[in-house]
Structures are given as structure tokens and as C-alpha cells.
């Protein structure tokens, strides 16, 4: 089952930057937190991943709290093909996925 | 980037038939792939896990006669719908990992799968 919540959904400008955030209170310590996105009738796509420092790559950056119990995924300047559901993934029991709601970012132009 | 493939994209079968969907990996060797089914507008659930040249591990509530699942290359799966009714109509997602990098997971396109 799902470990991770997310709001169900979060609203942006274009060109402005976007936190999502994710709770994962029950996570241990050789779990990863990863970032996944979809598009409408696509596989999801990874964004990004981390277990305890913050990560960025040319997509986002990975701001991961001090306890571990939390994260948040940062687009620093969102564009319209950013719209899609976004989930975030704790790992574990050999590595399995189990995807939560996710949050459904919709991006104003 | 790595790459998975499925095929097909979209199929639509009868009541009481069997379909087969593929799934690939194209430049990679995947150790283990996973198969996961979504319902529109629904999160992705977790179906099974293969591991080449090993049984699939399902997931619990998933029938393992009705979704065949075989592993028998580092780069192919397939997953058999079989006796297939219309509430198997979904979309049908895998995803496999490289043996290399054991935290990352490449997911495919996915296949439409309507049951008439």
C-alpha cells in the first residue's frame, strides 16, 4: 500500500515556480523518495529521486526535510507541458512502487 | 535515457478471449519488471512483479490465473489477460528495472485494453 500523501491537486502560473509537497512519515532509513510524473494515456516519467540530501537535475530539485518524514518536489519556473499528476514513491520491499493519488498540477498561462 | 516498449499500444477484444501484451526493454537488461494496471481517472495499482527466468510475484487480490505473466529474457515480459470480461478494460503499464542501477524503474507507454 501506498505510504505517501499528496494534495489531490495545486494550481500554478506559468513561468513561476511550484512546490509539491509530499508526506511520508513512516519511512526508514534505506528508503528513497521518488518523483514520477503522467501525462493523460502515458507511463509515468521520472522526474527525480533522493534518500537524505536535497538533489537537483536540469528537471527539478528534491528538498528533502531534516527527519526524513516529508519532501518537496521544486520546479523553479513551471511551463504548460509541466501540467500532469505527480507522484511521489517511497521504496521499499525490494523496490516495489506503490503509487498514491498523486497531486494533479494544472498550470495557467 | 533508458527505454521500455509495449505492444501493443491498444487492443480491443471480445468477451471470453485472451490477449497478450509485450513489454520491453530496448536498451537495457531488466532483472525485474513490474506490471501495473490504472482505471481512469485512478492511481496506478501494482499488479505483480517478474523476475527473468522466475514465477511472478502478485500482488494480493490479483488473480494470478487470470493474468499470466511470463519473464523468460532480460528484456521481455508479457502479460496474458485471459478469459478476458469488460471490467479488465483498463490501462495496462509495465515498468522494468536495470540490474545496474537497482533503485531506478523505466516505465512503458502503456496498452489500452477495451473488452467488448
Known amino acids: 500500500d501506498a505510504k505517501t500523501t499528496q494534495p489531490n491537486s495545486m494550481e500554478s502560473n506559468e513561468e513561476e515556480p511550484v512546490h509539491l509537497p509530499c508526506n511520508h512519515s513512516t519511512i526508514s532509513g534505506t528508503d528513497y523518495i521518488h518523483w514520477y510524473r503522467q501525462l493523460p494515456s502515458q507511463g509515468p516519467e521520472y522526474v527525480i529521486h533522493?534518500?537524505?540530501s536535497n538533489v537537483n537535475n536540469r528537471m527539478a530539485s528534491l528538498a528533502i526535510a531534516e527527519d526524513r518524514k516529508s519532501s518537496t518536489l521544486i520546479l523553479h519556473r513551471a511551463t504548460l507541458r509541466d501540467a500532469a499528476v505527480y507522484y511521489c514513491?517511497?521504496?521499499?520491499?525490494?523496490?516495489?512502487?506503490?503509487f498514491g493519488s498523486g497531486t494533479k498540477l494544472n498550470v495557467k498561462p | 535515457g533508458a527505454v521500455v516498449s509495449q505492444h501493443p499500444s491498444w487492443v480491443i477484444c471480445k468477451s471470453g478471449t485472451s490477449v497478450k501484451i509485450e513489454c520491453r526493454s530496448l536498451d537495457f537488461q531488466a532483472t525485474t519488471m513490474f506490471w501495473y494496471r490504472q482505471f481512469p481517472k485512478q492511481s496506478l495499482m501494482l499488479m505483480a512483479t517478474s523476475n527473468e527466468g522466475s514465477k511472478a510475484t502478485y500482488e494480493q487480490g490479483v488473480e494470478k490465473d487470470k493474468f499470466l505473466i511470463n519473464h523468460a529474457s532480460l528484456t521481455l515480459s508479457t502479460l496474458t489477460v485471459t478469459s478476458a470480461h469488460p471490467e479488465d478494460s483498463s490501462f495496462y503499464i509495465c515498468?522494468?528495472?536495470?540490474?545496474?542501477?537497482?533503485?531506478?524503474?523505466?516505465f512503458g507507454p502503456g496498452t489500452r485494453l477495451t473488452v467488448t
Open positions: 515498468s522494468a528495472r536495470d540490474g545496474r542501477i537497482a533503485h531506478e524503474q523505466y
Open positions: 514513491i517511497q521504496t521499499y520491499n525490494f523496490n516495489k512502487f506503490y
Open positions: 533522493g534518500l537524505t
